[in-house]
């Protein structure tokens, strides 16, 4: 793999089906439709060395990570670690956090970033993608899959065949502009006042765009019946401190028959999600994606 001073991938020697060793993680930067340059990490699958899970070889996990999260946080590296058992991973960090560019719009263009991922996963030699997202990352999942259908290969004329093959949202939001909880409320604060978008940038290492939506975007529940027929898991915790149950059920009940839900004993997103939940979400991507 080499990479030009602009951060874009020129070419790969690199297979991620290696038989002989497991080759090191690639970092680069991606463009967005829109521009914005996003810091993103592939890391190849680790089941060489792991014979007890022989996973679907040509599966790729995109993660898109909650809200103030990046590519080097340790709950993100957690998850990325525990999937490359299943496959291929790529992780990014969204904009306006971490090392990528431009402001959060805290799930609106959110879905650009995640399309040049899920198009740069597919360049590196992977057939078939599962998208996984939490909190913030659950939302866009879900937008991301409606948006980019896999009749069409989810196709821009950036990065083609950005379609998703499965769908896993975790800890997700139904509807926007939910502040019935106090971490939601504290959330809101940070995302609508100056003073707040300072506390994010400089404590969070998260970059805030100070408009407001405009058009407001499809929201999750809205999007969720436009995913069918691809297939569709949504998680949750019944602790969950920042959205109640009604927000699965919602998400569940738009679904139908295509979308299956999991109620877990756990709190809210990747901080919360245990190594053994993420074992039964990744044999249930390698299931679904099959």
Not at 30 to 38: A, E, S
Not at 65 to 94: I, K, N, Q
Not at 103 to 111: A, F, H, I, N
Not at 129 to 154: C, I, K, N, P, Q
């Amino acid at each position: 793999m080499s990479i030009d001073p602009a951060g874009r991938v020129v070419r790969s020697t690199v297979s991620p089906h290696s038989e002989t060793r497991r080759p090191a993680p690639i970092r680069t930067f991606l463009h967005t439709d829109d521009g914005v340059t996003i810091d993103s990490v592939y890391d190849p699958p680790s089941f060489v060395y792991d014979a007890s899970r022989p996973p679907a070889r040509d599966l790729v996990f995109v993660i898109a990570h909650g809200f103030t999260g990046d590519v080097d946080r340790p709950h993100v590296r957690r998850v990325v670690e525990a999937f490359t058992r299943y496959g291929g991973v790529v992780t990014f960090s969204f904009r306006g956090h971490g090392a990528s560019g431009g402001r959060s719009t805290v799930g609106d263009r959110e879905v650009l970033d995640l399309a040049a991922a899920v198009a740069w996963a597919r360049e590196l030699g992977h057939a078939r993608v599962a998208t996984v997202g939490f909190s913030m990352g659950g939302s866009v999942v879900l937008r991301h899959a409606a948006l980019y259908r896999r009749e069409t290969g989810g196709r821009t004329d950036a990065h083609p065949d950005a379609h998703t093959d499965v769908v896993v949202s975790v800890s997700a939001p139904a509807r926007w502009y939910y502040r019935g909880t106090a971490p939601m409320r504290r959330l809101h604060w940070l995302v609508t006042r100056p003073s707040g978008r300072l506390v994010s940038r400089y404590g969070f290492r998260t970059r805030i765009h100070h408009r407001d939506w405009d058009p407001v975007p499809l929201s999750p529940v809205e999007a969720v019946p436009r995913i069918a027929p691809t297939p569709l898991l949504i998680v949750h915790g019944d602790r969950d401190g920042y959205f109640p149950l009604d927000h699965p059920r919602m998400l569940a009940e738009a679904a139908g028959d295509h979308g299956e839900l999991w109620i877990e004993p756990m709190g809210h997103a990747e901080h919360a999600v245990g190594d053994e939940l993420l074992g039964r979400i990744g044999d249930w991507a390698v299931t679904a994606g099959g």
